[in-house]
C-alpha cells in the first residue's frame, strides 16, 4: 500500500515481537526497491501487541485518513485511528475493534483481520484468521463510518469449515474476475488455498477412511491398508465426485490418488471398499496423512474429509515421486467411478421366495460378472432396516437370508445398486 503518498507501493510488515515496521519504496513503479524506515508508533511509543502482529490498513472511521487494525496474539484486533494525514499518519490511541454488542472482538488468538465486503451489501465486513485455522465472519449491519459487527459466524467450504490450517491469515481478491470476493488464505499448511464465491453444490454423502492394517511402512516400502465408507443419509438420491490426497512429511501434497467422478449413491446406501495403497521405497521417512474427500473435484468443493495416519521409516532417499499406485486400479481407469465393476445391465431382478413370507425368505442373485454391488432393504417409509450386501460380488449365483422377525407386517423393498443399474424388488411380510 501507499504509505506516503508518493505514487508508490510501500510494504508494512507485522512481526513475531508485536511490532510493525514499515519498509518505503524508494525505486519506481515497475521496479520496485524497499528500505526499512522505522518502526510504526503510537501515543509517540513504537506498536506492541505483545507478539504476532498482523496489520490491516482502512479508513474504518470513514474520514478520509487511512487508519490501521492490527492482529495479535491475544486473539483481539487492535484499532489505531489516524489523526494526522495520509502523506504522515499519525496515532495518538489505541483501542479494540468491538462487536454490535459492545464486546471486544476475539477469535481466541492470533487474529489477522481483513476489511472486506464479503457479502456484496455494500458495507464493509471483517474476516478474521485465528490460531486454530477456521476464518471467522463479523457482518457489518450498521454503517461503512460506524460499523456494527455482528456476533462471528465461520466460513464454510460445504459443510466442513473453511481451513487452511492453524495460525490463518487471509487477503480478498476477485481471483476470476466475476464481481465476488474471494478469499486467498495460507497458514501451517504449506500450500497458499483460493476459496473462490461460487454456487454450492449440497447435499453430499458422508465419507469415512480408515487404516485397517499396520501403520508403519518399512525403509524398502509397502502398501497401506484402508477401508472407505460413504454414506448417503439424505432422503434422495445425490451425485458426487470422491478424491483422495497424501500430506507428506516435508508439509507438501501430493494426489489426487483416489480420483473418481460423476458418481451416484441412492437414499439410506452405504458404499464401502477396501484398498490398498502402494507407498514406494523412494519416499521421504516421516509422518504422512492420507485425506480423501468427497464433493464436487471440478471447483474443488469438499464437503465431507477424513483421513488416517501413517509412517514411512528412514530411506536414504528425499525424493517422494514414485508409483502411488492403488492395487486394483489401473491408470487407465482413473476417471471411472468407484464402481467401475459394473453389473451386466443382463441382471434383471431378483428372485425373493417365497414372497409373501413369514419372517424368513430367501432373495437369489444372479451375477453375469464380478461387480461392487450394495443390496439394501427398506420399508415403506424409507427407513433401512438391512444391509445384505454392501462390497464386490464374483460371477455366478447368490443366496441371501433375511429374517425379518423383528419387523412389523407390511410391504417392504429390497434394492439393488452397481454403478449404472438400479431397481427394486417389493417384498410383503405376512405375520
Known sequence: MDWDEDGLQDLLVGDYFGSVRYFRNIGSPGNPALTYEHHISAAGTPIDVDTDATPWVDDWNEDGLKDLLLGASNGRIHLYINEGTNAAPVFNTTDFVITATEDTLDVGGRSSPCVVDLDGDGLKDLVSGNIDGVPIFFRNTGTNAEPRLDPGDSLWVGQIPLDPSATSRFAPVDWNG??????????????????????????????????TGSWLVPSSGGTVEFSVEIENSQSGALDYDVWSEVYLPDGTY????????????????????????NVPGNTMD???FYKAYVGDFETLQYQDESEFY?????????????????????????????????????VAGIDVSPNPFNAVTELHLTMPETAEVD?????????????????????????????????????????????????????????
Not at 460423476?262 to 458404499?271: E, F, K, N, R, S
Not at 433401512?384 to 407390511?410: K, V
Request: hydrophobic fraction near 35%.
Open 375 to 431: 443390496l439394501t432393504i427398506y420399508d415403506l417409509s424409507g427407513r433401512r432396516c438391512a444391509i445384505l450386501c454392501a462390497g464386490y460380488l464374483p460371477s455366478g449365483d447368490h443366496i441371501f437370508t433375511w429374517d425379518a422377525g423383528g419387523y412389523a407386517s407390511g410391504i417392504y423393498f429390497v434394492v439393488f445398486n452397481s454403478r449404472e443399474i438400479t431397481f427394486t424388488q417389493k417384498m410383503v411380510l405376512l405375520k
Open 286 to 288: 516421516g509422518a504422512y
Open 178 to 211: 466475476d464481481g465476488s470476493v474471494d478469499l486467498i488464505g495460507g497458514g501451517y499448511d504449506a500450500r497458499c488455498k483460493l476459496y473462490l464465491q461460487t454456487e454450492a453444490t449440497l447435499p453430499c454423502p458422508e465419507i469415512s477412511i480408515a487404516n
Open 310 to 346: 501413517f509412517h514411512k521409516m528412514d530411506t536414504s532417499s528425499g525424493d517422494w515421486m514414485g508409483d502411488w499406485d492403488i492395487a486394483g486400479w489401473d491408470e487407465e481407469d482413473r476417471q471411472e467411478c468407484l464402481s467401475s465393476n459394473h453389473a451386466s445391465e443382463t
Open 254 to 277: 501430493y494426489g489426487p490418488l483416489l480420483y473418481r467422478t460423476d458418481l451416484t449413491i441412492q437414499p439410506g446406501q452405504t458404499m464401502s471398499r477396501d484398498l490398498t495403497q
